[in-house]
C-alpha cells in the first residue's frame, strides 16, 4: 500500500486550501507536553525526526510545508512508499539532527519528542530552538521523560494528530483520519475483547539485558488493544532495559520483536530461541513470534494495521 493511501477517501476528500479559510483559525495554542505553544501562522519550514513521525506529517498531507526530514536512515532504510510520500524532500541529517543541521534548513518548526530527535539535557531541546524562531512540538508518547502522565493508550496518537491538524490549519483533515482509525480499531477490539489476553513479551534488542515496552511504550497500548496484555505494563517507563529474569519469571506466551538496525529479526529470535536459560518460557516451546517494523511499533500512521497483525497472531483463527 502506498504510504499517501494511509488516509482514507473521505480525508482525501476533505483536503483544504491553505488560504483564506486556514488563516481564519489561527492565532492556535496546543499543549506539547508540559508547555503551551502558541502558533500565529501554519509553519512553512517544517523539519520532522524519525520515520514514524514523519509519515504523521505525510499522513496528514504536509509535505508542502516541509523543508525537510531527519533521523531516519541512521535506524531504518526508507522503503519505496516512505520515498514516494516524501516526493523532493531530503534527509538533512541521518540520526538526531544539530541546532546547526535546523538552522541551516531555515526550519520555523520542529516535530520530534524525547529519545526521538531530542534527549533531556541535550543540544537540540524546545528551550534552546526558540531562540532562533523554530518552534517545538513534541510526540505525547516521549512526554513521560520530562512529566508525569497518565498510562499510553491510543488516544496519544490521535492527540498528536489533533494538534498537527491545529498547527498546520488542516483540522478537518486530522479529525477525518482520527475517526477512520477510531472506527478501525473499534472493530479490532469488538473482537478481542471475547479473549483471554495473552501474555507478550516486547523484545526490541540486547542480548545482557533485553531493551523493551513498558507503560509508557505506543507498543503497550496496541498490545493491550489486540487482546494481549504487555508483561512488563507495571515497569514505570517507556522504552527501557528490564532483567531476563522477569522475563523468564513472568513467562510470555508471545514475544513481539521490533525489527529495525543492524540485528535482523530472525537474529533476535534465534537468540531467544536457542538460549536454554528460555526452554521454559512458553512463547519459545510453541514457538510464537511476532514481528513489527519500527514503524508500526512507535506512534504513527502504521498503528493500526499493527494492531490488526497482533491480534489475528494472537488469536489465530478466532478473529
Known sequence: MKLLKLLTAVTLGASLTLGTQNALAFPVTVKSCDREVTFNSAPQRAVSNDV?????MLALGLQD??????????????????REGLGDLKQLSAKYP???????????FYFAGWNYGMRVGGEVTPQSLDPFGIQVYELTESCI?????????MDDLYNDLRNLGKIFG????????????????????AKTARQNPQRVFVYDSGEDRPFT???YAMLSAMIEAAGGS???????????????????????????????????????RDFMMNNPAFKDISAIKHNRFVVLEYD?????????????????SFYPGNL
Open 296 to 312: 508500526e511499533a512507535t506512534p504513527g500512521p502504521r498503528n493500526l494495521k499493527a494492531v490488526q497483525k497482533l491480534a489475528s
Open 145 to 153: 521523560h520530562i512529566m508525569d502522565k497518565p498510562k499510553i493508550s
Open 213 to 215: 515496552a513498558a507503560k
Open 170 to 189: 488542516v483540522e478537518e483533515r486530522a479529525e477525518a483520519l482520527i475517526d477512520s482509525y477510531q472506527v478501525g480499531l473499534a472493530q479490532i477490539t
Open 52 to 56: 514514524n513521525l514523519t509519515e504523521m
Open 230 to 268: 504487555n508483561i512488563m505494563d507495571d515497569v514505570n517507563g517507556s522504552w527501557t532495559r528490564v532483567g531476563w529474569e522477569a522475563v523468564v519469571e513472568r513467562n510470555p506466551e508471545i514475544i513481539v520483536i521490533v525489527n529495525y538496525g543492524e540485528v535482523t529479526a530472525e537474529q533476535k
Open 98 to 108: 544539530s541546532k546547526e543541521v535546523l538552522l541551516g534548513a531555515d526550519a520555523d
Open 65 to 82: 510545508h516541509m523543508a525537510g526530514f531527519t533521523g531516519i536512515t541512521g535506524w531504518n532504510k526508507i522503503t519505496p512508499e516512505l
